[in-house]
């Protein structure tokens, strides 16, 4: 059983990464990924940590990969519809909202 | 001490991994590296003693989850404009930042010593747990017994997913 810090570690790690990557690209299927890999290293921590805290963390995990399912499916189909009216998924095109 | 080794191998790939996504212009080979970080991700939990959540990491992030991105960028047709996408040097020093800082806190709370706080006994604990109830019960029996309504809500919430996803995505309702 590896040790619980490399475990954690290793979650830290990828979140920030994950982390740069959405501050860093500017293409939204990237962005999207880069969330996934955010979810991914939470559920890491939750499974390191469930031998010591109960198995409800996995539990959880397996609502996180539910709900990451969902954000998927949603987010695409946001990125279509966009891409239908500005012909790009660069976010620098999308400022409506913005200042 | 194999799985320690093989823990290691593992991590090493999913870091690789996950920095080539950030890091390839093309969102095509983004996503095939996102694919090589999800399953090193996979055999991490089954390392930790998680197997089932290593089975669902597989089917449905590296399954379903990816040729859902591959659909799309395929669908798009972003597979060949290799515009590059990266923000500007202002922007990396932010996330160059940012990501020191995380580490930072990371190092300061694993310095610190806390052990974990819990009565679940440690992975001799997990282990005696899958070996009485099978590797699905260890998960699926408090998710029925003590997690009936978000499991409810998590249903009617993929149902909503499903219903919003073709709205959002067909020309006109």
């Not at chain 1, 949603?74 to 999308?94: P, Y």
């Not at chain 2, 669908?75 to 996330?95: C, Q, S, T, Y």
């Amino acid at each position: 059983m590896p040790s619980l810090s490399l475990s954690l570690g290793l979650s830290a790690i990828l979140f920030v990464i994950g982390v740069a990557g959405v501050i860093v690209r500017r293409n939204a299927i990237v962005l999207f990924m880069c969330v996934e890999l955010m979810l991914n290293a939470v559920n890491l921590a939750f499974v390191a940590l469930s031998p010591y805290a109960g198995v409800q963390g996995q539990v959880f995990v397996f609502f996180v990969i539910a709900v990451a399912a969902g954000e998927a499916a949603i987010g695409l189909a946001i990125i279509i519809s966009i891409f239908r009216h500005r012909e790009s998924v660069d976010v620098k095109n999308f400022s409506l909202l913005r200042w | 001490m194999l799985t320690q080794i093989l823990f290691v191998i593992f991590a090493i790939i999913a870091i690789v991994c996950a920095l080539m996504v950030i890091t390839r212009k093309n969102p095509v080979a983004s996503a095939m590296w996102l694919v090589g970080s999800f399953f090193s991700l996979a055999a991490i939990y089954t390392l930790l003693g998680a197997f089932f959540i290593g089975i669902v990491q597989i089917l449905v992030y590296a399954g379903a989850i990816m040729v859902l991105f591959l659909f799309v960028i395929m669908l798009l047709n972003l597979g060949n404009d290799f515009e590059p996408d990266l923000r500007g040097a202002v922007w990396k020093v932010v996330a160059a930042g940012s990501a020191l800082v995380m580490l930072a806190l990371l190092a300061r709370t694993l310095s610190s010593g806390a052990t974990p706080a819990g009565s679940a006994g440690g992975p001799g604990g997990l282990a005696r747990l899958t070996a009485e109830h099978g590797a699905v019960g260890v998960v699926g029996i408090p998710m029925f017994l003590h997690f009936g309504l978000p499991l409810q809500i998590t249903g009617i919430f993929l149902l909503v997913a499903v219903v919003g996803a073709v709205v959002l995505a067909k020309r006109q309702v």
